[in-house]
Nanobody, 116 residues
Framework: QVHLVESGGGLQQAGGSLRLSCAASGNIFSTNTMGWYRQAPGKQRELVAR???????IYADSVKGRFIISRDNAKNTVYLQMNSLKPEDTAVYYCNVWVNPARDYWGQGTQVTVSS
């Protein structure tokens, strides 16, 4: 079983920064993709950023140049540095670890609220 623990969400003013962390424990395979998704009220969950175990990254267009994803493979931890925050970044952010279709794990979510 895999367990994901997220931290770092909260309230921030527009233009500010927050850093999210997600620590994974359990049967994490060495080859995986770790990432962040978000879901705003009334909207579908969307990809924010993800990084493979080999360092390949993908960002949503809306966060390119503002957010940076990184990971520490030794600690099975993924981070999301969020800079120049905007009110439209307000959402619940979910950590995800994907190994294969049968091993797709989600965190409980952490609220990020950006005030204007």
């Amino acid at each position: 079983q895999v367990h994901l623990v997220e931290s770092g969400g909260g309230l921030q003013q527009a233009g500010g920064s927050l850093r999210l962390s997600c620590a994974a424990s359990g049967n994490i395979f060495s080859t995986n993709t770790m990432g962040w998704y978000r879901q705003a009220p009334g909207k579908q969950r969307e990809l924010v950023a993800r990084m493979s175990s080999t360092g390949i990254t993908i960002y949503a267009d809306s966060v390119k140049g503002r957010f940076i994803i990184s990971r520490d493979n030794a600690k099975n931890t993924v981070y999301l540095q969020m800079n120049s925050l905007k009110p439209e970044d307000t959402a619940v952010y979910y950590c995800n670890v994907w190994v294969n279709p049968a091993r797709d794990y989600w965190g409980q979510g952490t609220q990020v609220t950006v005030s204007s």
